[in-house]
């Protein structure tokens, strides 16, 4: 299921990240991509308050960012983005700990994640991502000798063609 959440509501709930920092969105955006990687999910992030010429939706991968325009806010275009999905919202996962933003999830059919639990769930991601780089751990030295093998014989018996 993908995640729809509230940026700025997260935000404060993730360890080492701060709204005071003028970077917190792109730090923010840069673990959901850790995250989405990991666990294989697209996430939709929602920020308000996008400065003068930022607004709109920019693409990071997976992780699709809606920087929303100063005279809306971002529970205004989860609940918006909710009514345009209809039926397909029950699909989706909201993270917000505001009630109001919940209820319209809930009422859309959409489960519901408060943000420290999805804190939780990222910061987990970004432990295991750190234990697995990306790229897996390769072949064993069996396997890379069975490979040569393999590929060693097909050649020699495609040469004589």
């Not at 990240?17 to 840069?30: A, C, M, T, W, Y």
């Not at 234990?131 to 072949?139: F, V």
């Amino acid at each position: 299921m993908p995640y729809m959440i509230d940026g700025h509501n997260l935000i404060p709930k993730v360890r080492g990240l701060s709204l005071q920092n003028p970077d917190d969105e792109l730090e923010l955006i840069k673990r959901l991509q850790t995250f989405c990687r990991v666990r294989r999910q697209a996430v939709e992030v929602y920020f308000d308050k996008a400065a003068t010429g930022r607004s709109g939706t920019t693409n990071f991968g997976m992780v699709k960012a809606h920087f929303v325009p100063q005279n809306s806010n971002a529970d205004t275009a989860i609940r918006q983005a909710l009514k345009r999905l209809a039926r397909k919202a029950r699909n989706w996962q909201v993270v917000s700990s505001d009630r109001q933003v919940q209820a319209e999830a809930r009422s859309a059919h959409a489960a519901v994640i408060t943000a420290e639990e999805f804190a939780a769930q990222l910061e987990e991601a970004l432990v295991q991502a750190v234990k697995s780089p990306p790229g897996g751990q390769g072949l064993s030295a069996e396997e890379v000798d069975a490979w040569l093998e393999l590929f060693n014989r097909d050649r020699d018996e495609n040469a004589g063609l």
